[in-house]
């Protein structure tokens, strides 16, 4: 029986044009960066602050594809960094891996300023251990580690690329949205005042 341990991590800098509500609002809301790092058919709530994610499926050295599913719990802090980590993980199909895989997510994303300009700042770690099939318990183990380190940076840059995509879209809309909803609660006010 062999165990392997993969790992990759990824870091996020993004510039943040601030909108009439700062971010760290919008941040408060951790359900709105699911949404933006998570497809929406992918994606269940379960209570307020945790989420089954189905993962894409993976497919692993052209032997196996494995999808995935995670229960992330997402909180975040009355600065606005946002936090998320792993609860549980489960691989449907594959039962013999499903007993013998643990998989842990942890990342963070705060505001910060620097030279009078909003960066969103962040870092994702993911590992995965394993204990291999036997099919592959030949294989040697610097291939076995650089695919399975490859596949889960591949899953942390697709999550990165729809967070550069998507949340600031996103915070831009949910802000004029505010803007607009407290301007028209206050012109109500106005007249009936």
């Not at 991590?9 to 709105?32: A, D, F, G, M, N």
């Not at 099939?133 to 695919?147: I, K, R, S, V």
Request: aromatic fraction near 8%; charge should be positive.
């Amino acid at each position: 029986m062999k165990n392997v341990c993969f790992t990759a991590s990824e870091t996020v800098q993004i510039p943040v044009e601030e909108q009439e509500i700062p971010i760290r609002h919008y941040l408060r809301q951790p359900q709105r960066l699911v949404n933006a790092i998570a497809e929406p058919q992918l994606m269940t709530p379960l209570t307020q602050d945790r989420y089954s994610l189905r993962m894409r499926p993976l497919n692993f050295m052209d032997l196996y594809r494995l999808q995935p599913t995670v229960v992330l719990k997402v909180w975040t802090s009355s600065e606005g960094t946002v936090y998320l980590k792993s609860e549980s993980c489960e691989i449907r199909g594959i039962d013999y891996i499903n007993d013998r895989f643990s998989l842990s997510l942890a990342g963070q994303l705060s505001p910060c300023e620097q030279a009078g300009t909003t960066y969103l700042k962040g870092k994702a770690d993911l590992q995965v251990n394993v204990e291999l099939p036997p099919l592959l318990w030949l294989t040697p183990a610097p291939l076995l580690e650089m695919t399975g380190n490859a596949l889960l940076k591949s899953v942390l840059v697709r999550i990165k690329q729809r967070l550069l995509g998507h949340l600031l879209a996103d915070y831009r809309q949910w802000s004029n949205s505010q803007s607009r909803t407290k301007t028209a609660t206050h012109l109500g006010n106005v007249w009936t005042g």
